[in-house]
């Protein structure tokens, strides 16, 4: 194995692909995303949104919804972003127990805790109203242990999530574990029902919809450049010319780039990974996942697994903190899978590709304001609810001046960083080396 990434060498085992094999995400297969019109920018707008995924069109939506006249720019197409390319898993809750959130940052803390539940719950009332087909699925969660020494802090979560959160909760453990999760390497389990799925794309189609249905203007394919302030006000310049707008909405997450430096120095984008096999036939899918939950792993090379609506396991992962190409993670990821599931060995891959995820230095999502811009970004992850629901929240600080009780927690940088994670190969060793303990 290798100290620089937990797969081993690339190349050791090469996955059989199958014959429409791609590289693409799964779900741009059967999602419908609205046409949208290439139209000229106007000249002003009472708010400007950066970024076309779950956070910048939740908040346009919530925008247009309070009638203000609101442009969402976006570089690429819609579903390019992460919010196309995740496994569409949901949970409440973010990186930090609300016992560390109390202790480090008192009452912000805690609010930010509360925005995470009530993010998830958010997921599901707007997929209910804006994108039934999107199948979102109370499914529950089962965390698992790969090393026995984990079970101690699974045990502390569980008591946290069932006594402080009000959460269902149990500890999984031998023939009970067995039952849940027919998996190999596994030590024990944290089940909870706060636990989700979605198609992302068909949700992310359902929010761009809303949008549009509240007077929102998406302009794709355009790329801000830049980021002026003006007194009131500020100046967006794009690649198709300049927006003068009340407000400008940051929400570029993981794919920030030097229009927004100030958010580029605190974002760290870190490449993710996905595999998806072939239909496995509803009897081995059942052998899999009995109950069909989101599954995920202890480690800090975290995988995460689930199986897609048509009977697929979707299988995620980091496999490297250094850049890899797609067909490398592929190989591994193929590998680890085989490790938990033996009995999948030859199923063959029908897609696999990538995506950024957004990480901060404190491991937290921001939603703050400096200079007159707003940015919500950083969800480390878990964006899929926390995204939608930051995004809410920003546009009703924008539309209604409602600042969220967790706005002003410092959004950490770290010295001599401007957007190149130069130090993850060596972040990438050390969690290597902590995945063995
Ligand atoms: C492989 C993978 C798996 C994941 N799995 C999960 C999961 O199971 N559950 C979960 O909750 N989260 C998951 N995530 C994280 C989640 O997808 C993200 O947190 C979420 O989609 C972020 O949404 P967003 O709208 O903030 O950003 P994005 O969806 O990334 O959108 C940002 C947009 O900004 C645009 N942009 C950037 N710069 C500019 C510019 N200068 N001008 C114009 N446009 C610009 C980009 O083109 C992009 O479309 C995963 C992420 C990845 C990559």
């Known amino acids: 194995m290798s100290i620089w990434s937990p797969g081993g060498p690339p190349g050791k085992r090469t996955a059989p692909l199958a014959e429409d094999y791609r590289e693409t995400p799964l779900w741009w297969d059967d999602a419908t995303f609205p046409s949208v019109a290439e139209t000229a920018l106007p000249a ?23 009638g203000k006249h609101t442009l969402v720019i976006d570089s690429g197409g819609l579903g390019e972003g992460a919010s196309g390319r995740n ?63 984990r079970m101690k802090s699974l045990r502390k979560d569980e008591a946290e999530r069932r006594d402080v959160l009000g959460e269902s909760t149990v500890m999984l453990e031998d023939a009970a574990l067995e039952s849940e999760a027919p998996c190999r390497g596994f030590h024990g389990g944290m089940l909870t029902d706060n636990g989700a799925s979605i198609h992302p794309a068909r949700y992310l189609s359902g929010l761009a919809r809303l949008s549009l249905s509240g007077g929102v203007a998406l302009h794709l394919h355009t790329r801000v450049t830049s ?34 430096p100030w958010a580029r120095r605190r974002i760290i984008p870190i490449g993710s990974y996905i595999i998806a096999t072939e239909p496995l036939g509803d009897a081995r899918a059942a052998d899999v996942s009995p109950q069909r939950r989101m599954m995920s ?19 995620g992962g980091r496999t490297s903190f250094a850049p890899v190409s797609v067909q490398t993670a592929r190989d591994r990821l193929y590998a680890a899978m085989i490790d938990i599931y033996p009995e999948l060995s030859g ?45 809410t929240l920003a546009a009703q600080w924008i539309a209604r001046g409602a600042r969220p009780a967790f706005s002003d927690l410092r959004f950490p940088r770290m010295p001599l960083y401007r957007g190149h994670p130069w130090f993850l190969p060596l972040v990438g060793v050390y969690y290597s080396l902590l995945d063995r303990l």
Request: overall charge positive; hydrophobic content about 45%; charged content about 20%.
């Open 44 to 66: 002003s707008a009472d708010a400007v949104v950066i970024g076309a995924g779950f956070t910048g069109l939740a908040a346009a939506a919530r925008l247009g919804s309070h």
């Open 87 to 149: 496994a569409g898993m949901i949970h409440a809750g973010v990186r930090r127990s609300v016992a560390t959130l109390e202790r480090k940052h008192g009452a912000a803390g805690r609010a930010l805790h509360d925005a995470s539940v009530e993010a998830y719950r958010f997921v599901a009332r707007t997929a209910a109203a804006a994108a039934p087909d999107a199948m979102y699925t109370q499914s529950g969660w089962l965390h698992l242990a790969h090393r026995r020494s």
């Open 227 to 260: 980021i002026e302030r003006r007194d009131p006000g500020v100046v967006v310049h794009t690649s198709r010319g300049d927006v003068a707008a009340g407000d400008v909405l940051v929400a570029t997450n993981g794919y920030t780039d030097d229009a927004a």
């Open 297 to 315: 792993d202890s480690r800090n090379f975290l995988h995460y697994w689930r199986l897609s609506p048509d009977g697929r396991l979707v299988f």
């Open 347 to 391: 199923v063959r891959l029908s897609h696999a590709w990538t995506g950024n995820v957004g990480f901060t230095f404190d491991q937290l999502p921001h939603l703050t304001r400096s200079e007159g811009v707003t940015y919500a970004m950083g969800y480390c992850g878990s964006g899929v609810a926390l995204g939608s629901w930051m995004g």
